[in-house]
């Protein structure tokens, strides 16, 4: 539980940078006034929240939720990817590896690893994804006829 105020504080010291490189001042959203969207990448259910986006690399911050039983398909990103889930839980199945992710815990998915994502939650999941550069998703699925 010690490293959860760490990650906290680097993600917000990464956010303030480049915030901060921008020179648009300080961003501060209450939760009511989020804005979730349907996303195209991901399969129906899924909604997200774009945080921030770096003009540079195109790294992002995103707000995801997703409904109680919701699947994401054995798949890869080209960036690494940091997950800090928010509110319910997350399993991630890495081959025959499962690890449950509760709320304060966090993953850290190297680029090129593929892994599925399940909603385990009782209510759906949050969490907060961050990626080291574009956001792209890779299907690790077989291509149907």
Known sequence: MRNIPTVLAAAASLA????????????VLAARAIEWKASGSLPPGAEYHLIYE???THAVQTLVRMPKGYVLPAHSHSQDETILVLRGKLLLEFGARKETVSVGGYAVIPRGTVFTLRSAGF?????????SGPFDMKSAEPAKP
């Open 123 to 131: 209510g759906g999941a949050e969490f907060l994804a961050a990626f």
């Open 16 to 27: 303030a940078l480049t915030w901060a490189a921008e020179a648009v001042g300080p961003v």
């Open 54 to 56: 770096d003009p540079a």
